[in-house]
């Protein structure tokens, strides 16, 4: 057992994709997990990854957009779990479409789950961390946020997710919290999956297109992101902060 067994971690959309590979990893690294989705029959499968391995994990719902909610899925998590000292802000929806064509509803939508979501989340959580003399925080930009074409909330919202940050690395890093942020290139998804229907091409082929440009020669699975925010939110990581990780296989330009 590691030193972080004591720790409780919440990563929000964690029913499938990165973040049901984040909760995983960082479960088999020690820490009791909070399985945190909009649907919380969604997150069993997750949850029982972690318990039939012999981690602790509990499915908490909550549309991380609503206040109330987001206070009160905290709540739970410290009554089940323990006080949560690392917070995964990975929930995220897509709404794409060009900018003619962006309704105020795929903008919003897009706004409230990513830049509202991370901002009640660790509203709601900094006080345990700051309590407990740590904490790490992780938010999920992507490498979105420099600019996609059909993608104009998206990117702006990853690129604000990379803004929110930093400023929480400078505000909170004298009460031994740390926040970072990685941004995934192509990752195979759920999301990435949406996109290729999105733009008429079968997913198999678009992934093997996203290859072609990738310095790898590979596209991205979950867990090369859950690898990098299990070194973020690490015990040892506590001199690190206000960092942007891009994980894309290379470099982006």
Same mark, same amino acid.
């Given at each position: 057992?590691?030193?972080?067994?004591q720790?409780?971690?919440?990563?929000t959309g964690?029913?499938?994709?990165? !973040? *049901?590979?984040?909760?995983?990893? =960082?479960a088999?690294?020690?820490?009791?997990?909070?399985? =945190?989705? =909009?649907?919380?029959?969604?997150?069993?499968?997750?949850?029982?990854?972690?318990?039939?391995?012999?981690?602790?994990?509990?499915a908490? !719902?909550?549309?991380?957009?609503d206040?109330?909610? $987001?206070?009160?899925?905290?709540?739970r998590?410290?009554?089940? &779990?323990?006080?949560?000292?690392?917070?995964v802000?990975?929930a995220g929806? &897509?709404?794409?479409?060009?900018?003619?064509?962006?309704?105020?509803?795929?903008?919003?939508?897009?706004?409230?789950?990513?830049?509202? !979501? *991370?901002?009640?989340m660790?509203?709601?959580?900094?006080?345990?961390m700051?309590d *407990?003399?740590?904490?790490?925080?992780?938010?999920?930009s992507?490498?979105?946020?420099?600019?996609n074409?059909?993608? $104009?909330?998206?990117?702006?919202?990853k690129?604000?997710?990379?803004?929110?940050?930093?400023?929480?690395?400078?505000?909170?890093?004298?009460?031994?919290i740390?926040?970072?942020?990685?941004a995934? /290139?192509?990752?195979?998804?759920?999301?990435?999956?949406a996109?290729?229907?999105? $733009? /008429?091409m079968g997913?198999?082929?678009?992934?093997?297109?996203? *290859?072609?440009q990738?310095?790898v020669?590979?596209?991205g699975?979950?867990e090369?992101?859950?690898?990098?925010?299990?070194?973020?939110?690490?015990?040892?990581? !506590?001199?690190?902060?206000?960092q942007?990780l891009?994980?894309?296989?290379?470099p &982006?330009?």
């Amino acid at each position: 057992m590691s030193t972080t067994d004591q720790r409780v971690a919440i990563v929000t959309g964690a029913a499938r994709g990165i !973040g *049901a590979a984040t909760a995983v990893r =960082l479960a088999a690294e020690g820490r009791a997990v909070a399985v =945190l989705d =909009l649907d919380e029959a969604a997150c069993k499968e997750t949850v029982e990854k972690i318990t039939s391995a012999g981690g602790k994990a509990v499915a908490v !719902g909550c549309d991380v957009s609503d206040s109330a909610q $987001v206070e009160s899925a905290v709540a739970r998590v410290v009554d089940e &779990l323990g006080p949560p000292t690392v917070l995964v802000n990975n929930a995220g929806v &897509l709404r794409d479409n060009l900018l003619f064509k962006m309704s105020d509803s795929d903008w919003d939508t897009v706004m409230n789950v990513h830049l509202r !979501g *991370a901002f009640l989340m660790s509203r709601a959580c900094q006080k345990h961390m700051v309590d *407990a003399g740590f904490g790490r925080i992780v938010n999920l930009s992507s490498s979105s946020a420099l600019g996609n074409r059909g993608q $104009v909330n998206y990117a702006a919202a990853k690129a604000g997710m990379q803004g929110f940050t930093k400023t929480l690395a400078k505000e909170l890093g004298k009460f031994g919290i740390t926040a970072n942020s990685v941004a995934p /290139g192509f990752i195979v998804t759920d999301m990435t999956a949406a996109t290729a229907e999105r $733009v /008429g091409m079968g997913f198999e082929e678009f992934q093997a297109a996203a *290859a072609s440009q990738i310095p790898v020669q590979r596209v991205g699975r979950p867990e090369d992101i859950a690898n990098a925010i299990a070194f973020f939110s690490g015990e040892h990581a !506590g001199f690190v902060s206000g960092q942007v990780l891009y994980v894309a296989g290379g470099p &982006l330009n």
